[in-house]
């Protein structure tokens, strides 16, 4: 069994004692019938909780010695019970060892310190309500655990798993890799490759254009000359022929010698 603690709900450093009147007839306690001026013992209010035990000690303020106790076994109840025309003051029922009882009232000088102690013991009741509540469930639930849910397979069941395409948020199935890769640069400071030229045009270049032709671009409607063979007294220079013609015509002809 686990052990129980004690803890502490609520703690109020000025507490007044009051000795009270009989209780009247049917009708409740009145603060007013008191002495209040005249209180009959001053100290500390400690309230404590052990598992659902509560109890409210009546303590000297300094030297801790407890005064008076009042166990609580329900609230409200006859152990604690408010007056009628104050929220500052409460009757509380005083038990000692051998089990006699005495009524006495009790009053906090400040609201928030009567508020504090009201609301602890309203806390701590709900929450044995909830355990008790709670308790029950589980002893019901451990002799009546109800029907078991049977997920085996019955003879001739069968299951079916359709393994598809994934599909995106969207609900469109995303096509499948076709495993080419793009290319990607190449890192800086490397060299680029280049293209290798088909065989047989490797030593062949293209003839550079003068930049006058290349501006008027009078080679556009030009028809296609007729190559022409090399004369045999020629030189070496296979544009001996072109270059000769040229040197007739150019003066007469609008075609720019190159």
Avoid at 22 to 28: F, L, M
Avoid at 75 to 96: K, Q
Avoid at 122 to 147: I, L, N, R, T
Avoid at 195 to 217: D, F, K, V
């Amino acid at each position: 069994m686990a052990t129980e603690y004690e803890s502490i709900l609520c703690v109020k450093n000025e507490v007044f004692v009051y000795k009270i009147p009989p209780r009247p007839s049917n009708r409740g306690y009145r603060a007013a019938d008191w002495r209040l001026d005249q209180h009959d013992w001053k100290g500390r209010l400690r309230v404590v909780a052990k598992g659902n035990d509560c109890i409210i000690k009546l303590e000297d303020k300094t030297s801790g010695e407890l005064f008076a106790k009042c166990p609580v076994d329900a609230y409200p109840g006859i152990a604690v019970e408010a007056v009628m025309d104050s929220s500052r003051y409460f009757v509380i029922r005083l038990m000692d060892e051998n089990g006699r009882t005495a009524f006495i009232g009790i009053g906090f000088a400040d609201r928030g310190d009567s508020f504090d102690f009201n609301v602890a013991l309203q806390d701590h009741f709900k929450w044995v309500k909830q355990s008790k509540k709670f308790e029950e469930e589980e002893k019901k639930a451990a002799v009546d655990p109800g029907p078991k849910l049977d997920l085996s397979l019955k003879e001739g069941q069968t299951i079916k798993i359709n393994i598809g395409s994934k599909k995106s948020s969207t609900g469109v199935a995303r096509p499948k890799p076709t495993g080419q890769v793009g290319f990607l640069p190449p890192p800086p400071g490397s060299k680029i490759p280049t293209l290798t030229p088909p065989p047989g045009q490797a030593g062949q270049t293209q003839p550079q254009q003068p930049a006058q032709q290349a501006s008027h671009n009078f080679f556009a409607a030009a028809p296609p000359q007729p190559q022409e063979q090399p004369s045999s007294t020629g030189g070496t220079s296979d544009w001996g022929d072109f270059t000769s013609a040229g040197n007739q015509d150019s003066k007469n002809s609008g075609w720019v010698q190159f």
